[in-house]
């Protein structure tokens, strides 16, 4: 039963009392660890204690559980130092006293390994860290390869198409729960959404996305453990079953790398209008599933876990070039940014009129037909005879008038060729430039929090990585934001403390 919640205020007193006790000379304090102080005294985790209430039990019996608050705080510090064991983070609480106290800890009383892995259990809503039985065949890599940065297609090309339309069918956004749920509420009360209070994330109410896969290799072997007799047989190719240590990983292709991976897939959905380039949906899949497959299923996510925030625009890559994903992102009034694939795109004829990859019409002498803006009313851009417009003479005119020839398009024909934004236009390369921030995001997770380094082998494991590390990602951000304000937000015990 929780009956040990305290407010941020009281737990800054704490830390400064023991402070106190523990350091005579606080020039040491100031010159070596003012930043993690600074840095725990920005993060207001009081709530997570109500949001994790009902993962406890109500029986005032027994021992009294740690308090959630300091668990979360103390898992935060431990990304925000690079410890990628919590056998290693346990010993460092109870070598290093400052950690201990900064987590909410007295030096004295750290908790153990055992606890941490209980606090882990209510962070994951499934009854295992994993998510699929341990017992299966082994999983046979694919023999086809792709080239250099280019992803392979889905194995349903069909798939996406299928997916979008399952996804329209219904009026309401339905949601099935997970088992990341639990960490999907902590994420976005704690910090997702005071981080769009103080205005990092961007405008809520038209907010640009960004969204990307990178893979994550896996610390369990793709072999899996033999179960039969079959290889004292001299059958070391059995078909039976294996007990495997992660048997939610699968084969992935990682295109950066040409080869391929045993994992998962990793699918960051960023704000773009971020100056910190933070995160709002982290999500793990199996590497197997491509990530325009990826992306439909996330997008739905998205919509159910933010309903009060409108999506006015979304930056994507090549990988996603697919009509179905167009036509949704139409359905829901969101602006598409997203690169044509070479292997998808070719000229083709719209009413009579031949159009180039960049959504232009060719008129009949082959030149470009000039942009002459929107017709907001209809919902259709407008297009000029060059030979008019340039004020030179037509070999072969299409039209009498001295006006000259006029051609319409429209987004809702065809919303991959015809984007809001029109796609050879300074605008369009302005927004499509942003689409960096994803990989920025991605790039914080795995190589300056080191994702990989720890070697898990559990979805729980994972997932809950990626949203410790999404946390660090948002206090980091207000950190910055301090600093630049010379520390006047931060709170005055902690001012006095450090003589900031």
């Not at 987590?103 to 809503?125: A, E, H, I, K």
């Not at 942009?371 to 907001?376: A, E, F, Q, T, Y």
């Not at 927004?431 to 995001?441: I, K, P």
């Not at 980091?476 to 450090?498: C, G, Q, R, V, Y």
């Amino acid at each position: 039963m929780l009956t040990n919640i305290r407010t941020h205020e009281s737990y800054l007193n704490f830390v400064v009392e023991q402070l106190d006790l523990q350091f005579d000379d606080k020039t040491f304090l100031t010159d070596f660890y003012s930043k993690p102080i600074v840095w725990c005294s920005l993060v207001d985790l009081t709530d997570a204690g109500t949001l994790l209430k009902h993962r406890y039990s109500s029986n005032p019996r027994g021992r009294k559980p740690r308090n959630p608050c300091d668990m979360l705080r103390s898992l935060m510090l431990m990304h925000d130092q690079k410890v990628t064991s919590v056998d290693q983070w346990v010993f460092t609480l109870k070598t290093t006293p400052i950690w201990a106290i900064l987590s909410g800890f007295t030096p004295d009383n750290v908790p153990g390994v055992g606890t941490f892995y209980d606090f882990f259990n209510r962070l994951w809503l499934a009854p295992s860290p994993h998510l699929s039985n341990r017992k299966k065949r082994k999983l046979k890599k694919a023999k086809k390869k792709g080239k250099k940065n280019q992803k392979l297609e889905p194995k349903n090309p069909k798939i996406v198409q299928k997916l979008v339309k399952r996804a329209l069918k219904n009026k309401k956004v339905r949601y099935t729960a997970k088992a990341h749920d639990q960490l999907q509420i902590l994420f976005q009360s704690l910090f997702v959404h005071p981080s769009a209070s103080k205005g990092l994330v961007g405008n809520t109410q038209s907010l640009s996305i960004l969204a990307d896969g990178s893979p994550v290799i896996t610390g369990g072997r793709p072999y899996g453990k033999f179960l039969c007799d079959c290889r004292k047989q001299g059958n070391w190719k059995c078909q039976c079953q294996r007990q495997f240590s992660d048997p939610d990983a699968d084969y992935g292709w990682d295109s950066s790398r040409e080869k391929y991976y045993y994992g998962r897939s990793l699918f960051m959905v960023a704000a773009s209008d971020s100056p910190y380039d933070l995160p709002i949906y982290p999500r793990m899949y199996r590497a197997s599933k491509h990530d325009s497959v990826l992306f439909v299923s996330t997008f739905h996510e998205l919509k159910h876990w933010y309903p009060d925030w409108t999506f006015g625009e979304v930056i994507l890559d090549s990988a996603l070039d697919a009509y179905p994903i167009y036509d949704m992102l139409e359905h829901h009034d969101v602006s598409a940014i997203i690169d044509l694939n070479p292997r998808r795109s070719k000229q083709f004829i719209y009413n009579e009129m031949d159009i180039n990859l960049d959504g232009v019409p060719i008129c009949p002498i082959g030149r470009k037909m000039l942009d002459w803006g929107v017709d907001k009313k209809r919902y259709r851009r407008k297009w000029r005879c060059p030979a008019v417009v340039g004020k030179w003479t037509c070999p072969t005119p299409c039209s009498e008038s001295a006006y000259g020839r006029t051609f319409y398009t429209s987004t809702k024909d065809n919303p991959r060729l015809f984007p809001r934004v029109k796609r050879d236009s300074k605008e369009w390369y302005k927004r499509y430039a942003l689409r960096t921030g994803v990989e920025r995001c991605i790039k914080r997770q795995k190589i300056d929090y080191r994702l990989e380094d720890s070697r898990g082998r559990s979805s729980r494991h994972w997932n809950i990585r990626s949203y410790i590390i999404g946390m660090c990602q948002h206090a980091d951000a207000w950190m910055k934001e301090a600093e630049k304000n010379h520390f006047s937000t931060i709170d005055p015990i902690i001012k006095s403390l450090l003589s900031l």
